[in-house]
């Protein structure tokens, strides 16, 4: 089943900008979601278990790295979002 998730970090301490960098990173590092990202959120697309171990995984890795974090996350099932080159 396809899942879409909407997700938005806010670390608690640290270099903001470089802590949501980095988990935006994660996120697409096994090459099995998709993702788009904007200046609110980012969201990701694909099987749904790879998009939960995709935000486990990278929630983990940041976590662990830049310390206390809340992550706001909404998911859509049976959704996929899909965007070409023209955006």
Known sequence: MQ????L?????????????????EDLVQSGTVSAVTN??????????DAVMTAVSGAL???????????????FLPQHRTEVGPEG
């Open 8 to 24: 938005s970090l806010y670390p608690l301490e640290g270099n903001v900008d470089a802590v949501v960098l980095a988990f935006i």
């Open 60 to 74: 983990r890795l940041s976590s662990d790295r830049s310390g206390r974090q809340v992550l706001v996350a909404k």
């Open 39 to 48: 200046t609110m959120s980012t969201q990701i697309s694909g099987d749904w």
């Open 3 to 6: 899942l879409s998730a909407e």
